[in-house]
């Protein structure tokens, strides 16, 4: 049991406060009390105390749509012509990349690189959406065991598709199953959802048999939609519907599926989303890298959508993307007033309201009963802070480099800008040798 003192407390949740001098009482894995500093002093005085020396505190971001397997592109050279549309970059990058993940080492230093960069950036908690397929049979395993040794909250899938046939399609579908019937009722740090890549790569055969078996475990799905115009170009000619329809169609989309881009959507498309109750997905820094588009933002909250904010690989900063989602809508819409209160919506209500539908616990707010998934910023208002005007303070004031300490389910993961538990050194110098010997792989792929 110990005690973060003397810190501006944002305790975010629907009666969001702001609290000076405030105090943190974390018992085990969870919040046990919030309040004046002094006082919890003076009741719990044998609780190890942690000094925030009025520092910023607030729960930790969350991401709610992330690739660690995509760490190995970085810097890494293409042969032949660059990708002139989101086809090629699927075809010449990710899709020659994952077929060559297949070794343990590849799939578990590619996941600890992003996860550590997002320790140090305040990402407590990711929805990853995984792919190997050179090595898909316990691949969620060694993702597990990653974001165990690095102590973030996870909540994994495998991408079911059938680019590379029959055989890795079926083993696609059986990860899934096994990893969430192995996280099934547990009370756990890690937890499992059904991945899919996306309309386009999914035949009828594989969406229903997918279907059946999510319906037996209980569980919706983690799948692109719309994210490039070849999906709606795909969806269209083998089915004459567009994705959303084609996926609604085979009973994909409901209130425990993550619809990730959503960018080439119409109004009956997002009619679909609505009166399904499927969570959307926003990710405009991968969406403005590959070119496709950026999604309809405010439709989506004028309907009343259920719509987070995640990386999609891109970065493991939270502070990052929701900085490029507060401009993104102001050059769309050529409006300067839209963004700034979707933007808050989506990091601080949202993606909290979306890992509750996969924790049993409150996730993302500071209160008592929550998972104690907290951070403290090294940030010092140059001008009145409140619970009114933080997240103006979040877009033009805190900077990654300002966390100083994460903390998730009551573990201390870095404390004064150090991690307390990993080898950040050791760690990329071995990524950097496995990473070397992947892209020999891809060169000859």
């Known amino acids: 049991m110990y005690l973060i003192g003397n810190g501006v407390i944002l305790t975010s949740g629907d009666d969001n406060r702001l609290i000076n001098d405030g105090a943190i009482l974390i018992d085990g894995e969870c919040i046990r009390e919030v309040g004046d500093t002094q006082e919890l002093k003076t009741r719990y005085p044998e609780a190890e105390y942690i000094e925030a020396w009025h520092r910023l505190v607030m729960p930790g971001f969350l991401n709610t749509h992330m690739h660690l397997y995509s760490t190995f592109s970085r810097g890494m050279a293409l042969k032949g012509e660059p990708a002139k549309s989101f086809k090629e970059i699927l075809e010449k990058l990710w899709f020659k990349l994952d077929r060559c993940l297949d ?80 996280k099934k009722d547990m009370n756990d740090l890690i937890k499992g959802t059904f991945g899919l890549h996306a309309s386009l790569t999914l035949s009828d055969e594989t969406l229903t048999r997918c279907r059946t078996e999510a319906e037996t475990l209980g569980t919706g799905f983690h799948v692109h939609v719309a994210e490039g115009i070849e999906d709606v170009e795909d969806s269209m000619g083998k089915s004459g519907m567009r994705v959303v329809e084609r996926l609604n169609s085979f009973g994909i989309l409901g209130e425990k599926t993550l619809a990730v881009h959503c960018v080439h959507v119409d109004d009956s498309d997002i009619e679909i989303l609505k009166n399904t109750g499927t969570m959307v997905i926003h990710n405009p820094e991968s969406n403005m890298n590959n070119g496709v588009g950026a999604a309809p933002l405010l439709e989506f909250f004028k309907r009343g959508i259920l719509t ?23 050059l769309v819409y050529r409006d300067p007033r839209v963004g700034f209160e979707e933007s808050r919506r989506m990091l601080f209500e949202n993606n909290r309201k979306i890992f509750g539908r996969f924790y049993d616990r409150p996730v993302g707010v500071i209160e008592p009963g929550a998972y104690a998934d907290i951070i403290i910023l090294d940030y010092y208002p140059p001008t009145p802070l409140d619970a009114n005007n933080y997240f103006g303070h979040v877009i033009f004031g805190m900077r990654d480099n300002q966390v100083n300490t ?40």
């Open 103 to 182: 070794t343990e080492e590849d799939i578990y230093y590619s996941a600890m690189v992003p996860l550590i960069e997002g320790i140090k950036c305040g990402t407590t908690g990711i929805i990853d959406h995984h792919a190997s397929f050179g090595l898909v049979d316990g691949s969620l395993d060694i993702l597990e065991r990653a974001a165990e040794d690095a102590g973030v909250r996870s909540v994994l899938c495998y991408e079911t598709s059938d680019r590379w046939g029959k055989d890795l399609s079926d083993a696609s579908i059986r990860e899934n199953v096994r990893f969430i019937k192995k």
């Open 406 to 445: 994460t903390i998730v389910n009551g573990r201390i993961l870095m404390r004064n800008h150090e991690l307390t538990e990993i080898d950040e050194e050791k760690v990329m110098a071995k990524s950097q040798e496995v990473a070397k010997k992947f892209w020999e792989k891809m060169a000859n792929a």
């Open 308 to 330: 987070g904010i995640g990386t999609d690989g891109y970065t493991p900063s939270m502070l990052e993307s929701v900085k490029t989602a507060y401009i993104l809508p102001k």
